[in-house]
């Protein structure tokens, strides 16, 4: 397990997590969120689960039996995501953890979710090795997130990215997401789509699944 966790600065958004639920592209994510849970079985983690707002899809998935895992390291987002998943009855392994330092053992998940968190992951690139890390062989990471923009829309989020940062909860608009995804050794692509859909700045959004290679450098 990475380190990592004693050199970055504390994460605490207190009005951010207030105002989250309320923001207008939530619905927009529904049909993309029910996508990221199909068929979810064995064990699976949840990274940056935020206010619990992927809860309500994992409840009405009816699984196989599930062993479900999230992390979010902000308290107070942490907070509502125990309530969430208290009033949903859905049994949830909640810990207060960053994607850089994952506190589980090697090959520990059979899938690993990340819906709209590595905009906001302080070190994608050792978040990304942490993922692979505890992905058993043949294990899939599922990914929902919005990614830099081409032309005026891109240069319009990186003079909007300063600010953007500090009124949302430290969300990146010009973070170049899915190249560390699928330019990873251990990694392979299973699908990917680009959806030309969202609310400027926070547009486009790529779905996706990669797996961890049976063969790969982990092994």
């Not at 979810?40 to 895992?69: I, M, N």
């Not at 953890?97 to 090697?106: G, K, T």
Request: charged content about 25%; aromatic content about 10%; glycine content about 6%.
């Amino acid at each position: 397990m990475s380190d990592s966790n004693t050199t970055q600065s504390p994460i605490s958004h207190p009005l951010f997590a207030t105002l989250y639920d309320w923001f207008p592209q939530s619905t927009l994510f529904a049909p993309h969120r029910t996508t990221l849970v199909q068929d979810l079985s064995g064990r699976v983690l949840e990274l940056g689960c935020g206010t619990g707002d992927l809860f309500p899809f994992v409840a009405e998935t009816d699984p196989e039996p599930l062993a479900y895992h999230a992390i979010e390291p902000d308290p107070h987002m942490r907070k509502r995501a125990a309530r969430t998943a208290s009033e949903l009855s859905l049994e949830v392994d909640l810990r207060d953890a960053r994607a850089e330092s994952l506190p589980y053992p090697d090959d520990s998940f059979d899938i690993v979710l990340a819906s709209v968190v590595f905009c906001t992951i302080q070190d994608p690139d050792t978040a990304v090795e942490e993922v692979a890390r505890v992905l058993k062989p043949g294990g899939e990471f599922r990914f929902f997130e919005h990614v830099h923009a081409d032309g005026w829309r891109g240069t319009g989020q990186r003079l909007l990215n300063p600010l953007w940062e500090r009124v949302a909860g430290g969300c990146q608009l010009t973070r170049e997401t899915i190249p560390r995804f699928v330019g990873h050794d251990a990694f392979s692509v299973a699908e990917i789509e680009r959806l030309e859909f969202g609310v400027f700045p926070a547009t486009p959004f790529v779905r996706g699944t990669v797996c961890r290679r049976r063969d790969g450098l982990l092994e």
